[in-house]
């Protein structure tokens, strides 16, 4: 299971400075896999070889009081219910705040670990003035300067002492199944389909956005299929101001997708692709998970001649340069396809675990790189002696060349979608390092 860090706190404390500092190294690492974008509230960290994820809670600013006092206190119960560890952060410049105060309150009654993280402290005089914060109840204050990375070490040593390894011991028969998540922006008929698998109404479903709330595993056997679903299902409680829905369902979506092995993203036919399902296609393809995308409530759209055609290449469009991903159109509501969905998602399980024989790859491939090598780079001709598959659990490749940095991105994906062509990785990442021979 997936550890997850949580930054929360009031604006300008030095929220996302800390955020940066976490992920931002490895960040770097990450977007250079094509086209990633960066999401500013989520990243990958890892401290003394325990990765973890962070959110940094700070959704939005907002003019009003009120409606500002709101937003922090979703922030805090998004940490509280996302996260295995929080992090409190205030600032010594300014003192105890009522807003401190506030989400002090709130973190005291709950069980979470939370660290209380006092910033801005540069010089000594400010760590005598950090004394104030013992005040807030949350234990012994840790004194940084997220700026200058001083004092993050060994906030870091202690945090991750929280975290539980990240091993699977439990040799449990279900630990082998393949994890299929449904997810998806609020109301695109996520428990429905659920629901409409398992053939019970197990969730309640109820038109109202953000009804669901905790995941429920369930295993499926039915059909010759034999799978974990993991529904992020439950009951939430309506909040009393609307949301800023498109944060929340992207941060509630990290946790299911990090736990499973292939997301079902589910979009709604009549409202098309949005910003808010690519943010969350995103997170799929960022963590590596086996992607299978339902376009449900197509009883509902108006059918020409190429409707589904059209429709397809459309979401092609949007999720370039990754196209090689099943799309499904279905209705829940008719059960129209639903089964096509599983079948698609186990195919993809599989896709992703696929393991090919280096000698076959080398086979199939070193011809195609001989007939169309690497264009030449400053006078000098790459040459790509032998390829591997690499030890990793999802499908990644080593080519071995005599100059790996001269090999562009356009010939990185023409070996990619070649690899696809060849061997079946429909709906699962493939990655590709270029290695010194």
Request: hydrophobic share 40%.
């Amino acid at each position: 299971m997936g550890n997850i860090l949580a930054i929360v706190g009031r604006p300008n404390v030095g929220k996302s400075t800390l955020f940066n500092r976490l992920v931002g190294m490895r960040q770097a690492i990450v977007d250079e896999i094509s086209g990633v974008t960066r999401d500013r509230h989520y990243g990958k960290s890892d401290w003394n070889g325990k990765e973890f994820s962070v959110i940094d809670t700070g959704g939005y600013a907002i003019n009003s009081e009120d409606i500002f006092e709101n937003e922090i206190r979703k922030q805090v119960h998004l940490a509280i219910d996302e996260a295995d560890v929080i992090i409190f952060m205030v600032d010594v410049t300014t003192g105890i705040t009522d807003f401190d105060d506030t989400v002090a309150d709130i973190l005291r009654r709950e069980k979470k670990k939370v660290f209380l993280v006092v910033n801005k402290v540069d010089n000594n005089n400010r760590i005598f003035d950090s004394h104030e914060f013992h005040k807030l109840g949350l234990g012994e204050p840790y004194c940084v300067s997220s700026i200058s990375g001083s004092g993050t070490g060994d906030l870091l040593d202690e945090i991750v002492k929280y975290f539980s390894e990240n091993k699977n011991d439990d040799n449990d028969e279900t630990d082998i199944l393949p994890r299929i998540t449904i997810v998806g922006k609020p109301n695109v008929g996520k428990s429905s389909l659920t629901n409409a698998l398992l053939d019970e109404e197990r969730n309640i479903v109820t038109p109202i956005a953000g009804t669901t709330r905790d995941s429920i595993e369930t295993r499926y056997n039915k059909f010759g299929f034999d799978f974990l679903l993991i529904d992020t299902a439950g009951l939430r409680k309506k909040n009393k101001i609307i949301e800023n829905l498109e944060f929340y369902s992207v941060m509630r979506s990290v946790r299911s997708i990090e736990n499973s092995d292939v997301c079902i993203l589910m979009m709604d036919a009549l409202q098309g692709v949005e910003a808010q399902d690519m943010s969350i296609y995103n997170l799929i393809i960022k963590n590596k998970k086996g992607c299978v995308i339902v376009v449900n409530k197509w009883d509902l759209v108006e059918k020409e001649t190429n409707t589904m055609r059209d429709y397809k290449n459309k979401i092609l469009d949007r999720i370039a340069p990754f196209r090689d991903v099943p799309i499904i159109f279905v209705s829940v509501i008719n059960k129209l396809r639903i089964y096509d969905v599983l079948q698609a998602a186990m195919k993809v399980a599989e896709n992703r675990k696929r393991k090919i024989a280096t000698r076959q790859l080398n086979d199939v491939l070193l011809p195609i790189i001989e007939e169309t090598p690497p264009p030449a780079t400053k006078g000098k001709y790459i040459k790509v002696k032998y390829i591997t598959q690499l030890a990793s659990p999802t499908p990644a490749f080593a080519f071995f060349c005599n100059l790996p940095q001269y090999i562009k991105e356009p010939y990185k994906r023409f070996l990619e979608n070649r690899l696809r062509e060849k061997f079946e990785f429909t709906g699962s990442t493939v990655q590709l390092f270029f290695r010194q021979k």
